[in-house]
């Protein structure tokens, strides 16, 4: 039986010598391999950092209207809008994530300015609430078990960190793939 046929319904396997039979190429659920494209995890990890750094700085810059916003609510309320002051950060932070990594570029500014974008392993572009559990979850790994968690991605081949394996997400580098297509 040559290579490129297939085993019919009514062909059984002992019909069949297992050396000759049709091979199927191997299914991986990722969408990106790099193996095949390694191109797309060049450095990654780099700018990941980067990128951290950048978003940070935004954050912080966009904490400012944000305490401006609450002091003045609070005076009008009357003292009650300060209780918006413990979880501001949180929420300016997950707002920004929400609305650039959870957004139609699948990329935080600091990510673009870097030359990456989040993907899903499917090849899927991120969506806001998974942008959010994302940087929720990286917060809670990075304090409950100390920044050497994300030592992970020097050990991973898609250099994923973590919080990436556990929501199934992977960062790669923009320009391949967008020249490769996606």
Do not use: C
Request: no cysteine.
């Amino acid at each position: 039986m040559p290579a490129t046929e297939f085993i019919t319904e009514s062909q059984t396997m002992t019909d069949t010598d297992p050396a000759q039979a049709p091979r199927e190429p191997r299914r991986d659920r990722f969408v990106y391999d790099p193996d095949a494209r390694p191109e797309l995890f060049d450095g990654v990890l780099a700018k990941r950092i980067v990128a951290f750094l950048v978003d940070a700085l935004i954050i912080v810059g966009l904490m400012i209207p944000a305490v401006l916003i609450v002091l003045v609510v609070g005076f009008v309320t009357l003292g009650i809008g300060w209780l918006l002051f413990p979880p501001l950060f949180a929420l300016v932070a997950l707002g920004y994530v929400g609305l650039t990594l959870g957004g139609p570029n699948s990329a935080t500014v600091g990510m673009r300015m870097a030359g990456v974008e989040m993907r899903t392993w499917s090849g899927a572009p991120m969506f806001a609430l998974l942008a959010i559990i994302h940087a929720l979850l990286f917060w809670f790994s990075v304090g409950l078990l100390t920044p050497l968690i994300l030592l992970v991605g020097l050990f991973t081949r898609r250099r994923q960190l973590l919080h990436d394996l556990l929501l199934g997400v992977v960062v790669l580098n923009s320009w391949p793939l967008r020249r490769g297509g996606e």
